[in-house]
C-alpha cells in the first residue's frame, strides 16, 4: 500500500484544513487508518484512527471535539477534518495503515509521506 497526504498548509489560529490520504491498491477497506503528527523538536505522537468501516473512530485527547477521522473506502482515501486549529497543532502530519486496530505508531505498516500544517497565532 502507498499512501499520499495532502492538504496540509498555513491557516490562522480557529481556522480549518481537512487533509487527505489517497491509498493505493485494492485492499485498502483491509487496512486500519491513523494520523499521526509530529511536531518541531518533539517525538511522532498519535492522533486520530478509524476502524476498517468507519464505524469506530479514536482520537488523542488534545484534538477531541475539534478533529474529525473518515475514510471513503470507494476512493482509498482518508480523511481528517481539523477544525478551530491552535498553533500547538502546527506540525507535519502523516497518515498510516495497519492490519490491526492500534494507536501505537510502531505498529502501522505503512506511512505516507507527511504534510506540514502551519497554524498561526
Known amino acids: 500500500v502507498q499512501l499520499q497526504a495532502s492538504g496540509g498548509g498555513l491557516v490562522q489560529a480557529g481556522g480549518s484544513l481537512t487533509l487527505s490520504c489517497a491509498a493505493s491498491?485494492?485492499?485498502?477497506?483491509?487496512?486500519?487508518m491513523g494520523w499521526f503528527r509530529q511536531r518541531l523538536g518533539k517525538e511522532r505522537e498519535f492522533v486520530s484512527a478509524i476502524s476498517w468501516g468507519g464505524d469506530s473512530t479514536f482520537y488523542t485527547d488534545s484534538v477531541k471535539g475539534r478533529f474529525t477521522i473518515s475514510r471513503d473506502n470507494a476512493k482509498n482515501t482518508v480523511y481528517l477534518q481539523m477544525n478551530s486549529l491552535k498553533p500547538e497543532d502546527t506540525a507535519v502530519y502523516y497518515c498510516?495503515?495497519?492490519?490491526?486496530?492500534?494507536?501505537?505508531?510502531?505498529?502501522?505498516?505503512?506511512w505516507g509521506q507527511g504534510t506540514l500544517v502551519t497554524v498561526s497565532s
Open positions: 491498491g485494492r485492499t485498502f477497506s483491509s487496512y486500519y
Open positions: 498510516a495503515a495497519a492490519r490491526v486496530a492500534v494507536t501505537q505508531g510502531s505498529l502501522y505498516d505503512y
